[in-house]
Protein backbone atom coordinates (compact mmCIF):
# COMPACT_ATOMS: atom_id res chain seq x y z
CA UNK A 1 0.00 0.00 0.00
CA UNK A 2 1.61 3.56 -0.77
CA UNK A 3 1.21 6.12 1.97
CA UNK A 4 -1.21 8.74 2.30
CA UNK A 5 -2.91 11.64 4.42
CA UNK A 6 -5.97 10.65 6.57
CA UNK A 7 -8.01 13.86 6.63
CA UNK A 8 -11.24 14.10 9.36
CA UNK A 9 -14.04 16.52 8.17
CA UNK A 10 -16.37 17.74 10.74
CA UNK A 11 -18.80 18.46 7.43
CA UNK A 12 -20.14 17.50 3.80
CA UNK A 13 -18.46 20.42 3.03
CA UNK A 14 -15.10 20.48 4.72
CA UNK A 15 -15.24 16.67 3.17
CA UNK A 16 -15.61 17.81 -0.35
CA UNK A 17 -12.96 20.62 0.00
CA UNK A 18 -10.70 18.50 1.77
CA UNK A 19 -11.16 16.02 -1.37
CA UNK A 20 -10.95 18.74 -3.84
CA UNK A 21 -7.23 20.23 -2.71
CA UNK A 22 -5.51 16.55 -3.72
CA UNK A 23 -6.19 15.71 -7.11
CA UNK A 24 -7.02 11.39 -6.91
CA UNK A 25 -8.32 11.79 -3.17
CA UNK A 26 -11.22 9.76 -1.75
CA UNK A 27 -13.72 9.26 0.64
CA UNK A 28 -13.75 6.65 3.64
CA UNK A 29 -16.41 5.56 5.22
CA UNK A 30 -16.35 1.92 7.17
CA UNK A 31 -12.94 1.47 5.13
CA UNK A 32 -13.57 -2.13 4.05
CA UNK A 33 -13.70 -2.25 0.28
CA UNK A 34 -11.86 0.88 0.57
CA UNK A 35 -8.77 -0.64 1.32
CA UNK A 36 -8.77 -3.30 -0.60
CA UNK A 37 -8.12 -1.35 -3.38
CA UNK A 38 -5.53 0.20 -1.72
CA UNK A 39 -3.72 -2.78 -0.65
CA UNK A 40 -4.28 -4.24 -4.35
CA UNK A 41 -2.71 -0.88 -5.77
CA UNK A 42 -6.15 -0.46 -7.42
CA UNK A 43 -6.23 3.18 -6.07
CA UNK A 44 -3.01 5.18 -5.03
CA UNK A 45 -4.84 8.12 -3.46
CA UNK A 46 -2.55 11.03 -2.19
CA UNK A 47 -5.66 11.90 0.79
CA UNK A 48 -8.30 9.75 2.18
CA UNK A 49 -11.00 11.69 3.49
CA UNK A 50 -12.79 10.13 6.22
CA UNK A 51 -16.52 10.73 6.65
CA UNK A 52 -17.17 8.79 9.95
CA UNK A 53 -16.38 12.19 11.99
CA UNK A 54 -19.35 14.16 10.04
CA UNK A 55 -21.64 14.21 13.08
CA UNK A 56 -25.30 12.50 12.47
CA UNK A 57 -24.59 10.84 8.99
CA UNK A 58 -25.08 7.32 11.10
CA UNK A 59 -28.67 8.03 12.24
CA UNK A 60 -31.59 6.62 11.76
CA UNK A 61 -35.24 7.56 11.35
CA UNK A 62 -38.67 6.09 11.12
CA UNK A 63 -40.64 9.26 10.21
CA UNK A 64 -44.20 10.23 11.52
CA UNK A 65 -45.28 8.56 7.63
CA UNK A 66 -43.62 5.40 8.26
CA UNK A 67 -41.08 6.49 5.87
CA UNK A 68 -37.37 5.62 6.79
CA UNK A 69 -34.21 8.23 6.64
CA UNK A 70 -30.58 6.42 6.71
CA UNK A 71 -27.71 7.82 7.18
CA UNK A 72 -24.91 6.43 4.87
CA UNK A 73 -22.52 6.14 7.83
CA UNK A 74 -25.22 3.42 9.62
CA UNK A 75 -23.52 0.53 9.68
CA UNK A 76 -25.23 -2.93 8.36
CA UNK A 77 -25.39 -4.51 11.61
CA UNK A 78 -27.38 -1.23 12.85
CA UNK A 79 -29.52 -1.28 10.07
CA UNK A 80 -30.20 -5.11 10.64
CA UNK A 81 -31.16 -4.93 14.35
CA UNK A 82 -32.91 -1.83 13.78
CA UNK A 83 -36.73 -2.39 15.32
CA UNK A 84 -38.33 -0.30 13.32
CA UNK A 85 -36.96 -1.37 9.71
CA UNK A 86 -37.20 -5.04 10.68
CA UNK A 87 -40.80 -4.35 11.72
CA UNK A 88 -42.00 -2.57 8.35
CA UNK A 89 -39.30 -3.05 5.67
CA UNK A 90 -37.80 -6.54 6.51
CA UNK A 91 -35.75 -6.69 3.33
CA UNK A 92 -33.64 -4.38 3.75
CA UNK A 93 -33.17 -5.50 7.27
CA UNK A 94 -32.84 -9.08 6.17
CA UNK A 95 -29.92 -8.11 3.59
CA UNK A 96 -27.86 -6.21 5.47
CA UNK A 97 -28.14 -9.18 8.19
CA UNK A 98 -26.61 -11.43 5.26
CA UNK A 99 -24.18 -9.40 4.20
CA UNK A 100 -20.07 -10.53 4.90
CA UNK A 101 -19.81 -11.48 9.05
CA UNK A 102 -20.93 -10.06 12.35
CA UNK A 103 -17.08 -8.44 12.23
CA UNK A 104 -17.74 -6.89 9.19
CA UNK A 105 -21.35 -5.58 9.20
CA UNK A 106 -19.93 -3.84 12.76
CA UNK A 107 -17.90 -1.32 10.86
CA UNK A 108 -19.19 -1.52 7.32
CA UNK A 109 -21.79 0.80 6.26
CA UNK A 110 -24.68 0.80 4.54
CA UNK A 111 -23.72 3.70 2.30
CA UNK A 112 -20.47 1.74 1.37
CA UNK A 113 -22.43 -1.29 1.03
CA UNK A 114 -24.35 0.37 -2.08
CA UNK A 115 -20.84 1.71 -3.90
CA UNK A 116 -18.30 -0.95 -3.00
CA UNK A 117 -16.76 -1.76 -6.32
CA UNK A 118 -17.60 -5.34 -8.10
CA UNK A 119 -15.56 -8.20 -6.74
CA UNK A 120 -14.72 -9.89 -10.43
CA UNK A 121 -11.62 -11.53 -9.96
CA UNK A 122 -10.20 -9.88 -12.72
CA UNK A 123 -11.00 -6.46 -12.01
CA UNK A 124 -9.85 -6.99 -8.56
CA UNK A 125 -6.08 -7.84 -9.76
CA UNK A 126 -3.76 -5.35 -10.31
CA UNK A 127 -1.86 -7.01 -13.56
CA UNK A 128 -6.07 -7.39 -15.44
CA UNK A 129 -6.33 -4.16 -17.77
CA UNK A 130 -9.98 -4.74 -18.15
CA UNK A 131 -12.61 -2.77 -19.32
CA UNK A 132 -13.66 -1.91 -15.63
CA UNK A 133 -10.01 -0.09 -15.47
CA UNK A 134 -10.30 1.61 -18.51
CA UNK A 135 -8.72 -1.19 -20.41
CA UNK A 136 -10.98 -2.61 -23.60
CA UNK A 137 -11.35 -6.14 -22.59
CA UNK A 138 -13.97 -8.14 -20.01
CA UNK A 139 -11.35 -11.05 -19.41
CA UNK A 140 -14.18 -12.87 -18.12
CA UNK A 141 -15.57 -13.50 -21.58
CA UNK A 142 -13.04 -15.50 -22.66
CA UNK A 143 -12.10 -16.48 -19.18
CA UNK A 144 -13.04 -17.85 -15.82
CA UNK A 145 -16.59 -17.05 -15.59
CA UNK A 146 -18.49 -18.56 -12.98
CA UNK A 147 -19.94 -15.81 -10.77
CA UNK A 148 -20.35 -13.16 -13.68
CA UNK A 149 -23.48 -11.86 -14.88
CA UNK A 150 -26.44 -13.44 -17.26
CA UNK A 151 -28.34 -10.41 -17.21
CA UNK A 152 -27.65 -6.96 -18.86
CA UNK A 153 -25.68 -7.88 -22.02
CA UNK A 154 -22.12 -6.46 -21.20
CA UNK A 155 -19.53 -5.37 -22.47
CA UNK A 156 -18.22 -6.24 -18.79
CA UNK A 157 -19.87 -8.66 -17.01
CA UNK A 158 -19.15 -8.08 -13.41
CA UNK A 159 -21.60 -8.46 -11.31
CA UNK A 160 -23.32 -5.82 -9.02
CA UNK A 161 -22.02 -6.86 -5.05
CA UNK A 162 -24.19 -5.16 -2.61
CA UNK A 163 -26.88 -7.13 -1.07
CA UNK A 164 -28.53 -3.52 0.46
CA UNK A 165 -28.77 -2.37 -3.00
CA UNK A 166 -30.84 -5.42 -4.15
CA UNK A 167 -33.40 -4.34 -1.03
CA UNK A 168 -33.51 -0.28 -1.88
CA UNK A 169 -34.25 -1.20 -5.20
CA UNK A 170 -37.35 -3.52 -4.17
CA UNK A 171 -38.47 -1.17 -1.93
CA UNK A 172 -38.65 1.82 -3.87
CA UNK A 173 -35.97 3.86 -2.12
CA UNK A 174 -33.78 7.24 -2.95
CA UNK A 175 -30.62 8.47 -2.42
CA UNK A 176 -30.03 11.92 -1.65
CA UNK A 177 -26.24 13.33 -3.10
CA UNK A 178 -24.93 16.56 -2.28
CA UNK A 179 -21.83 17.79 -4.53
CA UNK A 180 -20.37 20.88 -6.11
CA UNK A 181 -23.14 21.67 -8.31
CA UNK A 182 -25.99 21.05 -5.42
CA UNK A 183 -28.16 17.91 -3.83
CA UNK A 184 -29.91 15.88 -6.05
CA UNK A 185 -32.22 12.80 -5.15
CA UNK A 186 -32.11 9.78 -7.31
CA UNK A 187 -34.38 6.89 -6.89
CA UNK A 188 -32.04 3.88 -6.43
CA UNK A 189 -33.24 2.40 -9.43
CA UNK A 190 -31.95 5.04 -12.00
CA UNK A 191 -28.68 5.42 -9.68
CA UNK A 192 -27.01 1.95 -10.77
CA UNK A 193 -26.24 2.57 -14.63
CA UNK A 194 -25.35 -0.88 -16.67
CA UNK A 195 -21.68 -1.16 -18.16
CA UNK A 196 -22.92 -0.35 -21.79
CA UNK A 197 -23.22 3.36 -20.51
CA UNK A 198 -20.07 3.49 -19.07
CA UNK A 199 -18.22 -0.37 -18.20
CA UNK A 200 -15.89 1.92 -15.56
CA UNK A 201 -18.47 2.75 -13.21
CA UNK A 202 -21.71 1.29 -11.80
CA UNK A 203 -23.95 4.15 -10.70
CA UNK A 204 -24.03 7.66 -11.73
CA UNK A 205 -22.13 9.33 -8.54
CA UNK A 206 -20.00 11.66 -9.70
CA UNK A 207 -16.30 12.45 -7.73
CA UNK A 208 -17.15 14.87 -6.17
CA UNK A 209 -20.26 14.40 -4.49
CA UNK A 210 -21.50 12.63 -1.00
CA UNK A 211 -24.01 10.25 -0.57
CA UNK A 212 -25.71 12.01 2.49
CA UNK A 213 -28.98 10.05 3.00
CA UNK A 214 -31.04 6.93 2.09
CA UNK A 215 -34.72 7.37 1.49
CA UNK A 216 -37.12 4.61 1.90
CA UNK A 217 -41.03 5.14 1.40
CA UNK A 218 -43.60 4.09 3.79
CA UNK A 219 -43.95 0.24 3.43
CA UNK A 220 -47.66 0.25 4.43
CA UNK A 221 -50.02 -2.42 3.25
CA UNK A 222 -46.09 -3.79 1.79
CA UNK A 223 -44.64 -7.48 3.31
CA UNK A 224 -41.17 -7.63 1.29
CA UNK A 225 -38.29 -10.11 1.96
CA UNK A 226 -34.77 -11.00 0.75
CA UNK A 227 -32.86 -14.29 0.69
CA UNK A 228 -29.92 -15.51 -0.98
CA UNK A 229 -27.83 -18.23 -2.21
CA UNK A 230 -24.31 -18.87 -1.65
CA UNK A 231 -21.50 -21.46 -1.95
CA UNK A 232 -20.77 -21.62 1.97
CA UNK A 233 -22.45 -20.49 4.73
CA UNK A 234 -19.95 -18.37 6.20
CA UNK A 235 -18.69 -15.15 4.92
CA UNK A 236 -18.99 -14.77 1.05
CA UNK A 237 -20.87 -12.57 -1.34
CA UNK A 238 -23.97 -14.64 -2.69
CA UNK A 239 -24.24 -16.68 -6.15
CA UNK A 240 -27.64 -15.27 -6.21
CA UNK A 241 -29.88 -12.90 -4.42
CA UNK A 242 -33.31 -11.76 -4.51
CA UNK A 243 -35.98 -8.88 -2.37
CA UNK A 244 -39.50 -9.26 -3.74
CA UNK A 245 -42.26 -6.65 -1.80
CA UNK A 246 -45.38 -7.11 -2.26
CA UNK A 247 -48.71 -5.17 -2.23
CA UNK A 248 -52.00 -7.05 -2.02
CA UNK A 249 -55.44 -6.85 -1.40
CA UNK A 250 -57.86 -9.48 -0.56
CA UNK A 251 -55.28 -11.59 -1.33
CA UNK A 252 -54.36 -10.66 -4.43
CA UNK A 253 -50.83 -8.87 -5.41
CA UNK A 254 -51.67 -5.56 -6.13
CA UNK A 255 -48.06 -4.56 -7.07
CA UNK A 256 -44.78 -6.59 -6.88
CA UNK A 257 -41.35 -5.56 -7.00
CA UNK A 258 -38.68 -8.35 -7.55
CA UNK A 259 -35.24 -7.53 -7.69
CA UNK A 260 -32.31 -10.02 -8.20
CA UNK A 261 -28.80 -9.71 -7.14
CA UNK A 262 -25.33 -11.14 -8.71
CA UNK A 263 -27.12 -11.69 -11.48
CA UNK A 264 -26.58 -8.41 -13.50
CA UNK A 265 -23.80 -5.45 -13.24
CA UNK A 266 -26.98 -3.07 -11.15
CA UNK A 267 -29.64 -4.94 -9.14
CA UNK A 268 -31.99 -6.64 -11.69
CA UNK A 269 -35.78 -5.63 -12.10
CA UNK A 270 -37.41 -8.69 -13.11
CA UNK A 271 -41.00 -6.75 -15.29
CA UNK A 272 -41.99 -10.16 -16.27
CA UNK A 273 -41.84 -11.73 -13.14
CA UNK A 274 -43.91 -8.32 -11.75
CA UNK A 275 -46.50 -9.04 -14.65
CA UNK A 276 -46.29 -12.39 -13.76
CA UNK A 277 -47.66 -12.09 -9.70
CA UNK A 278 -50.09 -8.87 -10.65
CA UNK A 279 -53.63 -9.54 -9.72
CA UNK A 280 -52.90 -13.06 -8.60
CA UNK A 281 -53.32 -14.77 -5.40
CA UNK A 282 -49.86 -15.55 -4.07
CA UNK A 283 -49.99 -19.23 -4.12
CA UNK A 284 -47.38 -22.27 -5.54
CA UNK A 285 -48.91 -21.89 -9.16
CA UNK A 286 -48.28 -17.90 -9.18
CA UNK A 287 -44.78 -18.11 -7.57
CA UNK A 288 -44.02 -21.15 -10.00
CA UNK A 289 -44.82 -18.50 -13.02
CA UNK A 290 -43.06 -15.69 -11.52
CA UNK A 291 -40.15 -17.73 -11.17
CA UNK A 292 -40.26 -18.74 -14.80
CA UNK A 293 -40.71 -15.14 -15.74
CA UNK A 294 -37.50 -14.01 -13.66
CA UNK A 295 -35.38 -16.35 -16.02
CA UNK A 296 -36.65 -14.59 -19.56
CA UNK A 297 -33.47 -12.83 -21.16
CA UNK A 298 -30.84 -14.69 -19.39
CA UNK A 299 -27.74 -15.28 -21.41
CA UNK A 300 -24.99 -16.99 -19.40
CA UNK A 301 -21.84 -17.08 -20.05
CA UNK A 302 -19.38 -20.66 -20.67
CA UNK A 303 -19.37 -21.55 -16.82
CA UNK A 304 -22.36 -19.69 -15.17
CA UNK A 305 -25.41 -21.27 -16.99
CA UNK A 306 -26.41 -22.87 -13.06
CA UNK A 307 -27.57 -19.33 -11.83
CA UNK A 308 -30.04 -19.67 -14.48
CA UNK A 309 -31.60 -22.71 -12.51
CA UNK A 310 -30.63 -21.12 -9.31
CA UNK A 311 -32.67 -17.87 -10.13
CA UNK A 312 -36.08 -19.85 -11.00
CA UNK A 313 -35.55 -21.88 -7.30
CA UNK A 314 -34.68 -18.56 -5.13
CA UNK A 315 -37.56 -16.55 -7.03
CA UNK A 316 -40.11 -19.28 -6.23
CA UNK A 317 -38.77 -20.13 -2.65
CA UNK A 318 -38.40 -16.43 -1.64
CA UNK A 319 -42.22 -15.68 -2.80
CA UNK A 320 -43.70 -18.71 -0.88
CA UNK A 321 -41.58 -17.46 1.80
CA UNK A 322 -43.61 -14.29 2.15
CA UNK A 323 -46.71 -16.50 1.12
C1 LIG B 1 -15.17 -11.20 3.45
C2 LIG B 1 -16.20 -10.23 2.96
C3 LIG B 1 -17.47 -10.67 2.67
C4 LIG B 1 -18.43 -9.76 2.20
N1 LIG B 1 -19.70 -10.22 1.90
C5 LIG B 1 -20.62 -9.36 1.44
C6 LIG B 1 -21.94 -9.79 1.12
O1 LIG B 1 -22.30 -10.95 1.29
N2 LIG B 1 -22.82 -8.88 0.64
C7 LIG B 1 -22.48 -7.57 0.48
O2 LIG B 1 -23.33 -6.78 0.07
N3 LIG B 1 -21.24 -7.14 0.76
C8 LIG B 1 -20.32 -7.99 1.24
N4 LIG B 1 -19.06 -7.54 1.54
C9 LIG B 1 -18.70 -6.15 1.21
C10 LIG B 1 -18.83 -5.20 2.35
O3 LIG B 1 -20.15 -5.26 2.87
C11 LIG B 1 -18.52 -3.81 1.80
O4 LIG B 1 -17.19 -3.76 1.41
C12 LIG B 1 -18.80 -2.74 2.81
O5 LIG B 1 -20.19 -2.67 3.07
C13 LIG B 1 -18.34 -1.40 2.32
O6 LIG B 1 -18.74 -0.43 3.27
P1 LIG B 1 -17.65 0.54 3.93
O7 LIG B 1 -18.38 1.42 4.87
O8 LIG B 1 -16.51 -0.23 4.50
O9 LIG B 1 -17.24 1.35 2.65
P2 LIG B 1 -15.79 1.94 2.18
O10 LIG B 1 -14.88 0.83 1.87
O11 LIG B 1 -15.35 2.95 3.18
O12 LIG B 1 -16.26 2.68 0.88
C14 LIG B 1 -16.64 1.97 -0.28
C15 LIG B 1 -16.67 2.97 -1.45
O13 LIG B 1 -17.73 3.88 -1.27
C16 LIG B 1 -17.27 5.22 -1.19
N5 LIG B 1 -18.10 5.85 -0.16
C17 LIG B 1 -18.45 5.29 1.02
N6 LIG B 1 -19.35 6.06 1.65
C18 LIG B 1 -19.57 7.12 0.85
C19 LIG B 1 -20.45 8.25 0.91
N7 LIG B 1 -21.28 8.45 1.97
N8 LIG B 1 -20.45 9.16 -0.09
C20 LIG B 1 -19.62 8.97 -1.16
N9 LIG B 1 -18.79 7.91 -1.31
C21 LIG B 1 -18.76 7.00 -0.30
C22 LIG B 1 -15.78 5.12 -0.86
O14 LIG B 1 -15.06 6.20 -1.40
C23 LIG B 1 -15.42 3.82 -1.56
O15 LIG B 1 -15.21 4.06 -2.92
C24 LIG B 1 -18.08 -8.40 2.04
C25 LIG B 1 -16.79 -7.95 2.37
C26 LIG B 1 -15.86 -8.84 2.82
C27 LIG B 1 -14.48 -8.33 3.14
Known sequence: MNRFELARAATAAEARGLLAEKSGSVFKAGGIDLLDHLKEHLLEP???VDLKSIPGLDRITVEADGSLRIGPLATLARVAA?????????ALAQS?????????????TIGGNVLQRPRCWYYRLESYPCLKKGGDVCFA???????????????????HPSNAAVALVALGASFVLEGGKGTRTVPAADFFVLPSKDP???????ADEILMEIRVPSAAGTRSTYQDVRERAAFDWPLVSAAVALKSDGGVVREARVVLGAVAPVPWRSAKAEQALAGKPLDEAAAAAAARAAIFGAVPLSENGYKVGLVQTLVRRTLMSIA
Open 46 to 48: PRV
Open 82 to 90: HDGVRKTHA
Open 96 to 108: CQEAASPQIRTVA
Open 141 to 159: VGGENRYQSIFGGGPSYAV
Open 200 to 206: KRENTLQ
